[in-house]
């Protein structure tokens, strides 16, 4: 069993910035591709950036250049760092991680945390 915790949301004005994280837990074997994804309400869920376990990270172009996403390996963890923040980034942003457990290799999904930018 393999269990995502994420923190770091909450309140900020525009301009402003937040760092997530996203730590896993349990049976873990090795973690393959992480990700962080969002949505917004009456919106589909939408990928926000990803990193594979080589470090090579990809980004949806509304974020390029404000958010910057790594990885810890030694710590399971993954990170968000998004600066410039807009009104339009507010969503429940969820991580994701594609994970080698000694049984299989799933998609695991954290419970999200709410990101409000004000304007």
């Known amino acids: 069993q393999v269990q995502l915790v994420e923190s770091g949301g909450g309140l900020v004005q525009a301009g402003g910035s937040l760092r997530l994280s996203c730590a896993a837990s349990?049976?873990?074997?090795?973690?393959?591709?992480m990700g962080w994804y969002r949505q917004a309400p009456g919106k589909q869920r939408e990928l926000v950036a990803s990193i594979t376990n080589d470090g090579s990270t990809n980004y949806a172009d509304p974020v390029k250049g404000r958010f910057t996403i790594s990885r810890d390996n030694a710590k399971n963890t993954m990170y968000l760092q998004m600066n410039s923040l807009k009104p339009e980034d507010t969503a429940v942003y969820y991580c994701?991680?594609?994970?080698?457990?000694?049984?299989?290799?799933?998609?695991?999904w954290g419970q999200g945390t709410q990101v409000t930018v004000s304007s």
């Open positions: 994701n991680m594609f994970v080698s457990t000694w049984r299989q290799a799933s998609d695991y």
């Open positions: 349990g049976s873990i074997f090795s973690i393959h591709t």
